[in-house]
């Protein structure tokens, strides 16, 4: 029989990572408020059953994935009516695939251990093309031994996973993530306009530059859609903001000036201003443009 888990949070990321667990050979019980996405799960696979909130997905499994926006959801599926906490007793296990805060991972995981019940914080990177692709990259808080307990799982839908240290420490090294593609799409994005508005082909920029030092995945993955603006999102623009404004705060937290990136926040911001928060993040190039009154690709 395969090993059944529970699964919450079926939206862009967490319908291919479904997806794949049940390719690596899992049942999955999934929960997710919006019905659209669970009916055509259903349909795809006989190893797929719905449960009507997230308590009643923990009744049944002993291990739990969540993948939800925020803080504030994974908070409410912990610790809200119906939640999970009710009924995660000794031995059951969470996996917030989610990013998140790390305190808000320290405090889930501190009230799961009260309970006899653990959990892992393993937020991950790679966008939908890494979901979809079973690639992404996890970066995994929490015990050794949950970690352990886990692996196989993370393999169904990863390919770079790696341990990183006590509960929270998997959201930490998210929010580093999260300032190195900020601060990425930035440049590109300022790159892609000066060259543009001195007329030069922006594909051909994206070329030179992804065959030297300046090469990055942001470069590889959308350079050639920033330039097209094509920006169906894989991971929205206000998603990106959110994770922002928790690494502000861990910042202040910590006593680390991040200059940089509350520069990059800021233009964030504008783009959501714009009205274009449900756009990829990559359309952070909008933001440059407006700047510059110049759009790339047009004639100078």
Avoid: W
Wanted: charge should be negative; aromatic fraction near 4%.
């Amino acid at each position: 029989m395969p090993e059944r888990i529970g699964f919450i949070g079926i939206g862009i990321m967490g319908k291919p990572m479904c997806r794949n667990l049940v390719k690596a050979g899992y049942e999955l019980v999934i929960h997710n408020r919006s019905p659209a996405a669970v009916d055509e799960l259903v349909a795809e696979s006989d190893n797929i059953t719905v449960a009507s909130s997230p308590r009643e997905v923990a009744e049944q499994v002993d291990i739990v994935i969540t993948m939800l926006p925020d803080s504030p959801d994974v908070k409410q599926v912990v610790f809200g009516d119906n939640g999970l906490l009710g009924v995660m007793s000794q031995g059951k296990l969470l996996i917030d695939m989610s990013t998140i805060a790390p305190a808000a991972a320290i405090e889930v995981n501190d009230a799961l251990v009260e309970r006899g019940a653990s959990a892992l914080d393993a937020p991950v990177s790679g966008g939908d093309k890494g979901a979809i692709a079973g690639t992404l990259s996890i970066m995994v808080g929490g015990s050794a031994e949950d970690f352990d307990r886990a692996h196989a799982i993370f393999e169904g839908v990863g390919k770079t996973i790696v341990h990183v240290g006590a509960s929270g420490a998997g959201q930490m090294v998210k929010a580093c993530n999260q300032i190195v593609v900020a601060i990425n799409y930035a440049a590109v994005s300022e790159a892609l306009v000066l060259g543009s508005k001195a007329g030069v082909d922006p594909l051909k920029i994206v070329e030179v530059l992804n065959g030297g030092l300046a090469a990055s995945r942001v470069l590889e993955m959308r350079g050639a859609t920033m330039t097209a603006h094509q920006f169906e999102p894989g991971f929205r623009i206000n998603l990106h903001r959110k994770d922002l404004g928790i690494i502000t705060e861990t910042g202040k937290a910590y006593n680390v000036p991040l200059p940089v990136t509350s520069v990059v926040s800021q233009l964030f911001e504008s783009v959501a201003s714009a009205g274009n928060g449900d756009l990829d993040h990559s359309a952070l190039i909008t933001a440059i443009e407006d700047l510059a009154h110049h759009r790339v690709g047009e004639q100078t």
